[in-house]
Nanobody, 123 residues
Framework: VQLQASGGGLVQPGESLRVSCAAS????????IAWFRQAPGEEREGVSC????????YYLDSVKGRFTISRDIAKNTVYLQMNTLKPEDTAKYYC?????????????????WGRGTLVTVSS
């Protein structure tokens, strides 16, 4: 089982970026998939999640209306589309998968983690 996050980079405030989480060894429609982020010196926080039980989407309040999580079952990949990026969105973004199928806020809820991809928002 493996999760591979990619798509990070350096963008200016107000720009968009899409990060991807490619899964292998399991199918993304059978697990809850979440995106977390961790800024330097900060704790890792949940950004968004898609539940497999009922397809419910969850978002951190500060990203609502700007970020969109989606999944492509054919590509076995989950995406996080990030629009109107702000400097405070700068962090390493990680994807995680839970066999339970439901989204949780605790890091320990998730069974598998990717290595992360760095997103830097700066002018």
């Amino acid at each position: 089982v493996q999760l591979q996050a990619s798509g990070g980079g350096l963008v200016q405030p107000g720009e968009s970026l899409r990060v991807s989480c490619a899964a292998s060894g399991f199918t993304v429609d059978a697990y809850a998939i979440a995106w977390f982020r961790q800024a330097p010196g900060e704790e890792r926080e949940g950004v968004s999640c898609i539940s497999t039980r009922d397809g419910t989407l969850y978002y951190l309040d500060s990203v609502k209306g700007r970020f969109t999580i989606s999944r492509d079952i054919a590509k076995n990949t989950v995406y996080l589309q990030m629009n109107t990026l702000k400097p405070e969105d700068t962090a390493k973004y990680y994807c995680a998968a839970s066999q339970d199928g439901a989204c949780g806020s605790e890091l320990g809820w998730y069974d598998y983690w990717g290595r992360g991809t760095l997103v830097t928002v700066s002018s």
